[in-house]
């Protein structure tokens, strides 16, 4: 009896788990949102970034049901609930594994068109306003210049069309300071690549993802090993411990 009290104790503490991950997800998904759609004309496919985003969101979601559920059941003691439970716990496990696929194969597929992507949004720099202000916003937030560095300008129609190639070789948007569009001196350049930048700022999201996926797996796996311990011998004992009325109810 006091396995089966332990038993039901571990169930809602991995359920409150869940809830806990379940919020980190979604975390990661507003995250995600927030920083990709800035800039995601410039991405090659780009709903391939909005895929995982919404796989984030979807499986966040029902993770906030199931463990909702896995806790009224444990409480509640109502066999229904158990196998309900029992069978979105299985559920999930599935649809968490092909999530993490999908965000594996959307990672190489995203970042391996990344570089092409990104000097095509270059040629198209002051042609296409939508292009050029994301543009802008990408070398400002990610501090970066170019696809690799700021000597990437000077193959572009923007460059070439410039009055003064010599003394403006780069858009105000690579500038570490305000006033730096008359300087050719490097140093006041943002040195890193944008490429770089943005590959791994992407990489980082789906590390998130997948090591969040990854723990939620895991207790999934004890929460179904739990109730079904519960649930397998429902005919031999009773629940004992968090509820009043420890028979356990239709």
């Known amino acids: 009896m006091g396995c089966k009290r332990f038993t039901k104790i571990l169930l809602i503490v991995l359920n409150v788990f869940m809830l806990t991950f379940c919020a980190g997800l979604i975390a990661v998904g507003v995250k995600s949102l927030r920083e990709y759609t800035s800039y995601g004309n410039l991405v090659a ?69 990344l570089e092409t992507s990104l000097s095509k949004g270059l040629q198209s720099y002051f042609i296409d306003a939508n292009i050029t202000k994301e543009i802008d916003n990408l070398q400002q937030s990610q501090k970066c210049c170019g696809v690799h560095n700021y000597t990437d300008w000077e193959n572009t129609p923007w460059y070439r069309n410039q009055s003064s190639r010599a003394s403006f070789p780069f858009p105000p948007s690579c500038c570490q300071h305000s006033n730096c569009t008359n300087d050719h001196d490097a140093s006041n350049v943002f040195g890193k690549s944008c490429y770089s930048a943005v590959s791994s700022s992407l990489l980082t999201q789906f590390i998130i993802c997948s090591s969040i996926s990854a723990a939620v797996a895991v207790l999934l796996v004890f929460a179904f090993a739990a109730i079904c311990f519960l649930y397998t011998r429902r005919q031999h004992y009773r629940f004992i411990g968090l509820v009043e009325d420890d028979a356990i109810r239709v």
């Open 45 to 113: 496919d780009t709903y391939l970034i909005g895929l995982p985003v919404g796989i984030i969101f979807f499986v966040g979601s029902l993770l906030f049901v199931v463990a909702i559920i896995g806790i009224v059941a444990t409480v509640a003691e109502s066999k229904c609930l158990i196998a309900t439970y029992c069978t979105l716990l299985l559920t999930t496990f599935v649809l968490l594994a092909a999530a993490v696929c999908v965000l594996f194969a959307c990672e190489n597929t995203v970042v391996g068109g």
